[in-house]
Nanobody, 119 residues
């Protein structure tokens, strides 16, 4: 079994910054992709950023230039540095990982961490 645990959410003022972290643990052989999504109330889950093993990084247009994803393959962690935050960035943020274990490849999700941007 594999677990993803996010941390770093909270309340921040508009224009502020916040850093989210996610750690994967368990029976991991390798992790191909680690990424971040978010879901605002009444909306569908939205892709934000992903880091593919080997160096490919993709961002959603809505966060390009404001959010930065980084990954530590040795520690099986991924972070999301968020800056110039807007009230519309308020959502539950989820970590996601495509993990290869001895039984195959599976996508796992964290439990989510709340980010609220408000004055």
């Amino acid at each position: 079994q594999v677990q993803l645990v996010e941390s770093g959410g909270g309340l921040v003022q508009p224009g502020g910054s916040l850093r989210l972290s996610c750690a994967a643990s368990g029976s991991i052989f390798s992790i191909n992709v680690m990424g971040w999504y978010r879901q605002a109330p009444g909306k569908e889950r939205e892709f934000l950023a992903r880091s593919v093993r080997g160096g490919i990084i993709n961002y959603a247009d809505s966060v390009k230039g404001r959010f930065t994803i980084s990954r530590d393959n040795a520690k099986n962690t991924v972070s999301l540095q968020m800056s110039s935050l807007l009230p519309t960035d308020t959502a539950v943020y989820y970590c996601n990982a495509e993990v290869t274990t001895l039984t195959g490849r599976t996508v796992y999700w964290g439990q989510g961490t709340q980010v609220t941007v408000s004055s």
